[in-house]
């Protein structure tokens, strides 16, 4: 019920296309949906981040799409860039857990070739 | 203002030693979280931290673990005895306030090799 899953392991993207990365839930009790990035030796930032009560979320090039009844939410790259190339976690918000654990997905590499 | 910091940034240490790790959180975050991140893997949630409230250690693997938090400022991740199991990157992550829909800012880790 803790699970995130998440989907694909690794992406190769050109520059200037899309990239997409899925995630599922089972537990209904998460109620927050952040997207995380990571370049090699840093440690996670947040990105993007959702909440159920809408359907979609938008920040410049970065997309949230979320299905509630689905239970599925996804992260979209537009016009991807070679800077965007780093590992991307999702993740889930229980707020039945003490302060809110995070559940993480467990990565998307993504190379975004030049 | 600064972030999180951590140290050391890497550690070598032999099977059977015990490990020391720090993390310093933003100054005037109450609450303060643990991470571990096995190679190719996402963050495994470790202990919590908030105020003066007593943890929440539900994450830790066993009893070899174990974290303290001096009020609101750094804390101490310690592995006793370690194992090669135990290598990976532990990250800290500190927030305002826990819970809600406050954001984590995470240190960039320790880096842990057991030989």
């Known amino acids: 019920q803790q699970q995130v899953k998440q989907s694909p392991q690794s992406l190769i993207v050109q520059k200037g296309g899309i990239s997409i990365i899925n995630c599922a839930y089972e537990?209904?009790?998460?109620?927050?949906f952040p997207w995380y990035q990571q370049f090699p030796g840093k440690g996670p930032a947040l990105l993007i981040a959702?909440?159920?009560?809408?359907s979609e979320k938008k920040e410049g090039r970065f997309t949230i799409s979320f299905n509630k009844s689905a239970k599925q939410f996804s992260l979209h790259i537009m016009d991807s860039q070679p800077g965007d190339s780093a590992t991307y976690f999702c993740?889930?918000?229980?707020?039945?857990?003490?302060?809110?654990?995070?559940?993480f997905g467990e990565g998307t590499q993504l190379t975004v070739n030049p | 203002g600064a972030g999180v910091s951590q140290s050391p940034s890497n550690k070598v240490t032999e099977k059977g030693k015990d490990v020391e790790l720090r993390c310093d959180p933003i100054?005037?975050?109450?609450?303060l979280y643990w991470y571990r991140q096995r190679l190719g893997q996402g963050l495994e949630f470790l202990i919590y931290?908030?105020?003066?409230?007593?943890?929440?250690k539900s994450g830790l693997p066993s009893d070899r673990f174990s974290a303290e938090r001096t009020g609101e400022s750094v804390s101490t991740l310690t592995i006793q005895r370690t194992q090669q199991e135990d290598s990976a990157v532990y990250l800290c992550?500190?927030?305002?306030?826990?819970?809600?829909?406050?954001?984590?800012?995470f240190g960039p880790g320790t880096r842990l090799t057991v030989l």
């Open positions: 992550a500190s927030s305002y306030t826990g819970g809600g829909y406050n954001e984590q800012f």
């Open positions: 537990n209904t009790a998460f109620d927050y």
């Open positions: 959702i909440r159920p009560d809408v």
């Open positions: 993740a889930a918000s229980n707020p039945e857990t003490s302060g809110s654990r995070l559940t």
């Open positions: 100054s005037g975050h109450t609450a």
């Open positions: 931290f908030q105020g003066n409230s007593a943890p929440d």
